[in-house]
């Protein structure tokens, strides 16, 4: 009944119609199915981390196994920030793991916590932080131009990325450093604002977008997109079970990550 109602998407009016039975029986007995506990032997791996939120403050930190697609380690968290990551590491770590590599979306101050490990930072994630600064439809030259540099990420090497971004920036800083003032506020702005801040942003990042290139035999990916993928699976298969209070909802979760 555990696997009908998790796997095969069936809710509890339909569990009981089956069963003959009502809804506060079949409830009864899923609540008292236990989870076996998963038995993942400690190992040296590259791992997927990242933070999926399954309403307002209610998320789950998830480290994924790059190679095998399986998730070592879950937690529920009610925001994402450095410590958790580092409290997982701890965890990992204690019990014998080794992390050789991260592959993570970017997060301000979470890269710190594996300062010491090659860090990739999600190119796909990289291009989405672009989109939101420059549209899809640049009105400026200058932000059409660097916008197809960060479409090509995926297709670049880091020699050849890094070279055009330094063209870009030579050919337009004059056009960066342009203020307009403003009345109301009775000061000098920058007049391209986001466009400077999708340069900071390709800028600042581009040492951690080439690290599956700097680092061939860890075969590092360079997005995050099994986890990412993973996450939209475990969200269909909930969208079936609306209302849940937490502790129900973290126990079909958990079902749903041991796979």
Excluded at 89 to 111: C, P
Excluded at 135 to 156: D, N, V
Excluded at 164 to 175: A, I, P, T, V
């Amino acid at each position: 009944m555990w696997q009908l109602y998790v796997w095969g998407k069936q809710t509890l009016a339909q569990l009981a119609k089956a069963q003959g039975r009502s809804i506060p029986w079949v409830q009864k007995i899923l609540d008292t199915h236990e989870l076996p506990p998963v038995k993942i032997m400690p190992q040296a791996l590259v791992l997927i981390g990242d933070v999926t939120f399954f309403g307002r403050g209610y998320g789950i930190l998830v480290f994924r196994c790059q190679q095998s697609k399986q998730n070592i380690y879950w937690k529920e968290v009610t925001k994402e920030t450095p410590e958790i990551y580092r409290e997982a590491r701890r965890e990992l770590e204690s019990k014998g793991f080794t992390i050789k590599g991260m592959i993570l979306d970017g997060k301000r101050g979470v890269r710190e916590v594996f300062s010491d490990i090659p860090v990739q930072m999600c190119q796909f994630h990289q291009t989405a932080i672009l989109k939101r600064y420059l549209t899809s439809k640049p009105k400026t030259q200058a932000g059409q131009e660097l916008r197809t540099i960060g479409l090509a990420l995926t297709t670049l090497t880091e020699e050849d990325f890094k070279k055009l971004l330094e063209e870009w920036h030579e050919k337009w800083k004059d056009f960066l450093v342009e203020k307009t003032f403003k009345i109301d506020q009775k000061h000098w702005n920058y007049t391209h604002r986001k466009i400077r801040s999708a340069y900071r942003s390709l800028n600042t990042n581009a040492l951690f977008l080439f690290t599956h290139q700097r680092f061939p035999e860890l075969n590092i990916s360079n997005t995050t997109n099994s986890l990412d993928g993973f996450f939209g699976k475990t969200k269909t298969l909930l969208l079936v079970h609306r209302g849940l209070n937490q502790e129900r909802r973290y126990k079909v979760i958990q079902e749903i990550f041991r796979v």
